[in-house]
């Protein structure tokens, strides 16, 4: 039986791949994508998010949009925000439109529901956290129907990235990020720390090019035209697919591990968006998620071009490995 999941995004670049590995597969049933602004504008993250699962084929899947801005701080947009939606060239347009219903709404909705049935969703955060956060302040009934959240943030030795200090989505929304963290839902983090272990470099791009059919074309224009290489910092070629690994850990969690640790957040100051670890339990107080801390890249990558050959018409080799 498929795991049940909502997908809670602001399409970038790999929140596009982290959806095409999800839709693309069998064990995962997709029931909603929820839209938050983050890497780029309301308006332009719910465009993107529509053409990406447009050119999935699953254009029965609902995309519903959500918050247009953080709980409390100044809105910050990511590194790529002035060029806004993705251009017919990166990834084709599509008549796709989002539900009317409002992403709060949904979620409130189906995880009650859940609740109800006994039957909890995985929610896959790969954005700022503010649609999450709005439904469990307004209805903290809702968690029962949350079997656990993984999410894409944080950053502990990594430091960050859109800022020295904080990851993005944790830095866009710090405070919904607190109320995430303290909402005693289970949690499975994938940090920074550990994103940067896993770098796609060219020949994996042209592999899922060939491979992954138009999602896979459309990936590796993106991943062209966004370049996230940075050889000082990463010490060879590539660069990371962060958001993608929470779709992987769902497929194929061994590839992945971690420790249990309590995760707290910086909510205001200089430093906003700052996130800590407890993983030798100095506070006293039990550990609310698990940090993963290291990637199998060679699986990851392998797994990546299993999936994404469901797009396409053809394999290059049997086993799906993206490496020789």
């Known amino acids: 039986m498929s795991q049940r999941i909502i997908i809670d995004t602001d399409p970038g670049v790999d929140d596009a791949i982290a959806l095409w590995l999800a839709l693309a597969s069998p064990e995962l049933d997709v029931l909603g994508v929820t839209v938050v602004a983050g890497n780029v504008a309301l308006k332009d993250s719910v465009r993107n998010a529509c053409k ?3 050119l999935s084929g699953k254009i029965a899947t609902p995309v519903f949009a959500g918050a247009p801005g953080p709980l409390a701080r100044d809105q910050v947009y990511g590194k790529y925000a002035h060029i806004g939606a993705f251009n017919d060239e990166l990834v084709p347009d599509t008549g796709l439109q989002p539900q009317a219903e409002h992403a709060v709404d949904f979620l409130v909705r189906t995880l009650r529901q859940a609740a109800e049935d006994n039957d909890p969703i995985s929610l896959c955060v790969i954005g700022p956290m503010t649609n999450i956060a ?6 903290p009934d809702v968690a029962r129907g949350i079997k656990q959240i993984v999410t894409m943030s944080c950053a502990f030795t990594a430091l960050g990235h859109r800022v020295p200090w904080a990851e993005f ?3 866009a929304d710090p405070h919904a990020a607190e109320k995430v963290f303290n909402s005693g839902v289970p949690l499975i983090i994938m940090p920074l720390d550990m994103t940067f272990q896993a770098l796609i470099g060219a ?3 042209e592999a899922l090019k060939q491979d992954g059919g138009q999602p896979g074309e459309s990936v590796a224009a993106l991943l062209n035209a966004f370049d996230r290489s940075d050889l000082s910092r990463f010490g060879r070629e590539g660069g990371p697919v962060h958001d993608a690994t929470t779709v992987a850990w769902l497929l194929q969690p061994g590839l992945f591990e971690g420790q ?3 995760v707290g957040v910086a909510v205001s100051g200089n430093t906003a968006g700052y996130t800590y670890a407890d993983f030798w339990n100095k506070l006293a107080t039990p550990a ?3 940090v993963m801390q290291s990637v199998d890249e060679y699986g990851f990558f392998s797994l990546m071009r299993r999936v994404f050959s469901r797009y396409g018409t053809r394999y290059s080799n049997t086993s799906g490995e993206m490496r020789a």
């Open 260 to 262: 249990p640790a309590r």
């Open 203 to 205: 020949d994996d791009i």
């Open 134 to 139: 709005l439904a469990l302040g307004m209805h």
């Open 52 to 54: 990406i699962v447009a």
């Open 288 to 290: 609310n998620a698990v």
């Open 169 to 171: 989505n944790v830095y």
